[in-house]
Nanobody
Framework: QVQFVESGGGLVQPGGSLRLSCAAS????????MSWYRQAPGKERELVAR????????NYADSVKGRFTISRDNAKNTVYLRMNRLKPEDTAVYYC????????WGQGTQVTVSS
C-alpha cells in the first residue's frame, strides 16, 4: 500500500526556516520522481518542487526558487524540503507525492508563517 507521512511543519516567523520530511512506502522509492505540493486555504493544490530519481535534478515553482531546496535519501525512502526565508504567503499544508502525483495522499504537514 502506497503511503506518505509528512512531518516537520509548524509556526515560524517571516524570514525563518523549516525542514520538512516525508517518509514514503509501498513502492520502489529510488526509481520514482518525487515532488512536494502545497495547498493554501481557499486555493488549489500546487506543485512546489520536484526531484528526479537518478541524477537528482530539481525544479521549483517560481514563487519558491532560490529559497526552497528539495532533496532525497533513497536509503531511507525519504524526501525533504528545506525552506528558507519563509514568507506569509508560504502558509499552507504541504504534501509529498510522486511525480506525476498518485491517487494516494498523506495527511500533510501545516506550515504557518506569521509574526
Amino acid at each position: 500500500q502506497v503511503q506518505f507521512v509528512e512531518s516537520g511543519g509548524g509556526l515560524v516567523q517571516p524570514g525563518g526556516s523549516l525542514r520538512l520530511s516525508c517518509a514514503a512506502s509501498g513502492f520502489t522509492f529510488s526509481s520514482v520522481r518525487m515532488s512536494w505540493y502545497r495547498q493554501a486555504p481557499g486555493k488549489e493544490r500546487e506543485l512546489v518542487a520536484r526531484i528526479t530519481s537518478g541524477s537528482g535534478t530539481t525544479n521549483y515553482a517560481d514563487s519558491v526558487k532560490g529559497r526552497f531546496t528539495i532533496s532525497r535519501d533513497n536509503a531511507k525512502n525519504t524526501v525533504y524540503l528545506r525552506m528558507n526565508r519563509l514568507k506569509p504567503e508560504d502558509t499552507a499544508v504541504y504534501y509529498c507525492n510522486t511525480h506525476p502525483a498518485s491517487d494516494y495522499w498523506g495527511q500533510g504537514t501545516q506550515v504557518t508563517v506569521s509574526s
